[in-house]
């Protein structure tokens, strides 16, 4: 007689992966809203969703990540927003939704075993 097969939990999570993705959505998206009044939603989702993979890079400890969320974070505040032209900030846009495709993708928790 042979045992069944019990699945094993797996190793790790991608909890970055849906912020990381809809963060380059958002990015993308207000791209046709750069200069106006309701791109200020757009700074809030941005800087919101860039502190969220901060906290999952940090738990999967891939500190180097933090070099470029961070930033992204600082310069896509609402609070205190940086007076740069509408082209830079499309350019950066575009670099930053990037970023965070990539750190979607690679940011891996590590399940937790204790349970």
Known sequence: ????????????????LAPGILG???L???LALVGG?????IRYAVS??????CVFAGQA??????AGL????????PVWPLPLSDLVVQGLSILAAVLFVAAAV???????TRR
């Open 48 to 53: 919101i969703l860039a502190l969220i993979l």
């Open 70 to 77: 961070i930033p992204v974070a600082v310069v896509w505040n």
């Open 28 to 30: 993308l998206a207000g």
């Open 37 to 41: 009044d309701w791109y200020l939603y």
């Open 106 to 112: 690679t940011i891996k928790i590590p399940a937790d």
């Open 1 to 16: 007689m042979s045992r069944p097969h019990t699945p094993q939990p797996p190793a790790f999570n991608r909890a970055a």
């Open 61 to 66: 400890k891939k500190w180097w990540w933090l």
């Open 24 to 26: 380059a959505i958002v």
